[in-house]
């Protein structure tokens, strides 16, 4: 499926669908935050602003 | 064209298995929150920010939930001050971080509506629920409106995809920019983004 099908067919999920899937995103987040990756390719003080750019 | 990555379905699973592996709930969040409005400590409120776009547009990560709030003020006062708010919560097991309140273990900022545009967006919230606990949501214009004067990076980035997605009505975004003097703003953010793109 291409990228912009994707993010239609993500768009088109309920509310509440939707919002399970951005729990899953931030447990990641959080999982990858604790496991220190992220001090390696980002220097401290990276805003979240930066993460959400970088995804 | 600036674009956030949404996420990898190969490190995350299928969409399927992300709506049904979800490991704590903004639900749990949502239920506090309608509580105090409940219980009076706040008046109507609406979620904005990135969550509040999550109901318009793809999932995207963010690390908190923006809640805009008519926090009542005693009579004769004038001064808006959001510590009914913290007291209420923190008797609640709530805890505080940095300008966030934790809640459901989601940090969640309170943000008084504080002008024409906020108290705006707040009356013509969209009612919804999040599986069956109700709530509300800014218009997707109002969303738009409140990221132009804001103005970051990342309220840029929101403003474009809710173009690129259709998900905003133009003509109504539009007298709301001119409604709240946003204009020149806009007209910037035009210059920056939007020369050049069709439609």
Redesign the interface.
């Known amino acids: 499926m291409d990228k912009s099908k ?6 088109s ?1 309920s ?15 959080r999982t990858i935050a604790a496991s220190g990756l992220r001090k390696k390719t980002k220097p401290a003080g990276t805003d ?2 930066d ?5 | 064209m600036l674009s956030p990555v949404l996420f990898d379905p190969q490190t995350l699973g299928s969409i399927a298995e992300l709506v049904h592996n979800a490991y704590m709930g903004i639900k749990a969040t949502i239920e506090s929150i309608n509580r105090m409005q409940a219980d009076g400590i706040i008046g109507k409120y609406a979620i904005g920010g990135a969550v509040g776009a999550t109901f318009y547009l793809e999932p995207a990560a963010t690390l908190d939930v923006d809640v805009f709030v008519i926090v009542p003020t005693k009579a004769g006062g004038l001064l808006l001050s959001l510590s009914p708010i913290y007291d209420y919560l923190k008797a609640q097991g709530a805890t505080i971080e940095d300008e966030h309140i934790v809640i459901g273990g989601w940090p969640v900022q309170f943000l008084p509506a504080s002008d024409d545009l906020e108290l705006e967006a707040l009356a013509q919230a969209v009612a919804t629920t999040i599986e069956d606990v109700g709530t509300w949501v800014m218009t997707a214009e109002h969303l738009a409106a409140i990221a132009l004067r804001t103005g970051r990076s990342k309220d840029h980035n929101r403003i474009l995809q809710f173009l690129e997605q259709g998900a905003v009505d133009r003509k109504k975004l539009s007298l709301i920019i001119d409604r709240h003097n946003l204009a020149g703003k806009w007209k910037q953010f035009e210059h920056r983004f939007l020369e050049g793109m069709h439609g």
């Open positions: 994707m993010r239609a067919r993500l768009a999920l509310f509440s669908e939707k919002i399970k899937i951005l729990e899953k995103l931030r447990e990641r987040d979240k602003t993460r959400l750019a970088e995804g």
